[in-house]
């Protein structure tokens, strides 16, 4: 088990192990609990006093990875490589997967194998302690940030996809309020953080818009004293 309570991920259900318990995630992961449970989603990402902010990156990077797992686990059924053979996010945006190592060039493949490319690959970055420290004490790497961003970017995709091509599969399984409030909790933390660039939310600009007062100053805060956006690029 990591320092970050990541669990083994189920492929067929998308159920990743609870977190561990005493250590520095955990706690971490107890405070985001507490304010959650607050209903207060602007209270719940703010950096918690004292804290470091790599270990409050890390620690929510999980917990987000978790999140969109379990949701996108209940659409097995429903997205398959007949249903939705390209992963899109309605007709404008396509998606490739390129890893950049055993996969360099661009692929067009259809939206489950997408997310399961996807899965793997974060569950790689997670598990890599040279990347996602499970020590104590040990730094971060000096591209620990772009390593995030580049992560909350692509899950970005698989909530874009499930709005665009399942949304009416989430109200039939009443599921809609867990998917509104865990996506709001994910722009919020995604805009404190200056976490994707706003070219990227483009599938979604309405949607945000609609659910998340004064969204117009929070998307503007995706580029302040982001000195290294990412690249519109679909990869």
Not at 16 to 22: E, I, L, R, V
Not at 47 to 53: A, H, N, Q, S, T
Not at 226 to 232: F, L, T
């Amino acid at each position: 088990m990591s320092l970050f309570g990541l669990g083994n991920r189920n492929q067929k259900t998308f159920r990743p192990k609870k977190n561990a318990s005493g250590n520095k995630g955990a706690q971490l992961k107890k405070h985001i609990d507490a304010t959650l449970g607050s209903g207060n989603l602007r209270e719940a990402v703010g950096l918690p006093p004292g804290e470091d902010l790599n270990e409050w990156l890390a620690v929510n990077t999980v917990d987000f990875f978790n999140q969109v797992n379990l949701l996108y686990g209940t659409l097995n059924e429903f997205c398959t490589p007949s249903t939705c053979p390209t992963m899109s996010a309605g007709p404008r945006f396509e998606y490739r997967w390129a890893d950049g190592v055993q996969i360099k060039k661009p692929i067009e493949v259809s939206a489950p194998k997408y997310v399961d490319y996807l899965m793997d690959w974060i569950e790689l970055q997670l598990n890599n302690e040279a990347v996602f420290p499970q020590k104590i004490g040990v730094p971060f790497p000096t591209n620990f940030l772009d390593v995030v961003r580049t992560i909350f970017k692509r899950l970005f995709r698989v909530y874009a996809h499930i709005y665009h091509s399942h949304f009416q599969k989430i109200v039939n399984l009443n599921e809609e309020a867990h998917l509104n409030t865990c996506f709001k909790h994910f722009i919020f933390f995604t805009c404190e953080f200056s976490l994707i660039d706003k070219s990227e939310l483009a599938p979604l600009n309405d949607l945000i818009e609609s659910i998340i007062p004064h969204s117009d100053f929070m998307i503007d805060q995706i580029n302040k004293n982001n000195k290294n956006p990412s690249q519109s690029s679909r990869t």
